[in-house]
């Protein structure tokens, strides 16, 4: 079956930096995607991965291994406003989105 | 502006009374689709469309109908609805594209008594 796999809630303080891990097993890949959702509201794009690598995007960072299902998304310089869930969604061969079920991240002053 | 327009934003209403939610979106984009986030349970794809008249089920698709007459709407209908649909119903939108990603509306919360 296809599975995405990510921590369901992490803590962190203001002004450090964060990881949050997803791996996944889908059937074939078309990419990875990050979103970010704050509580009662639409989930908004962060970030897409399809090579491997690391991806940079202001404090937001995305890494990605194919060969081993692995994704992180990385937040530096974490500001309050950064609390909120964090899904991580694979495109599968049928050009099919899974979501996985989010981190719900909490930044402490 | 770009964006994907629902409507209810919230709901309230009794089992087996018909309702209808609205989805439109403004970027002329191909593929459409409905989830329904539960808590500990995320995003969960009800029906979803590729194109104009050409939809399919999702996961879930049990008790939803859709259409796609036009490209800019995609409706979700509960003919029946019963209070498991109790839930926070999400529209998407993006283009054609493995690099697309899904642009969503605003919500709309449904409580089925």
């Known amino acids: 079956g296809q599975n995405i796999d990510q921590p369901t809630e992490m803590t962190a303080t203001e002004g450090a930096i964060v990881q949050i891990n997803c791996t996944y097993q889908t059937s074939g890949f078309n990419g990875l995607f990050w979103y970010q959702q704050h509580a009662g509201e639409a989930p908004t794009f962060l970030s897409y991965?399809?090579?491997?690598g690391l991806e940079e995007k202001g404090r937001f960072s995305s890494f990605l291994s194919r060969s081993k299902g692995y994704s992180y998304l990385l937040l530096k310089e974490l500001q309050m406003k950064d609390s909120a869930s964090y899904l991580c969604?694979?495109?599968?061969?049928?050009?099919?989105?899974?979501f996985g079920k989010g981190t719900r991240l909490h930044i402490l002053p | 502006e770009a964006q994907v327009t629902q409507n209810p934003r919230y709901l309230i209403t009794v089992t087996g009374k018909k309702l209808t939610v609205t989805c439109s979106q403004n970027?002329?984009?191909?593929?459409m689709s409905w989830y329904r986030q539960d808590p500990g349970l995320g995003l969960r794809q009800i029906y979803y469309s590729m194109n104009v008249e050409v939809t399919d089920k999702g996961d879930v698709p049990e008790g939803y109908k859709v259409s796609r007459k036009e490209k800019r709407n995609f409706p979700l209908i509960l003919e029946s609805p019963s209070p498991n649909q109790t839930s926070l119903y999400f529209c998407a939108s993006r283009r054609q594209g493995n690099n697309q990603p899904q642009h969503f509306g605003d919500g709309t919360r449904l409580s089925i008594l």
């Open positions: 991965n399809v090579l491997d």
């Open positions: 970027m002329n984009h191909e593929y």
């Open positions: 969604a694979v495109r599968d061969q049928d050009d099919k989105i899974i």
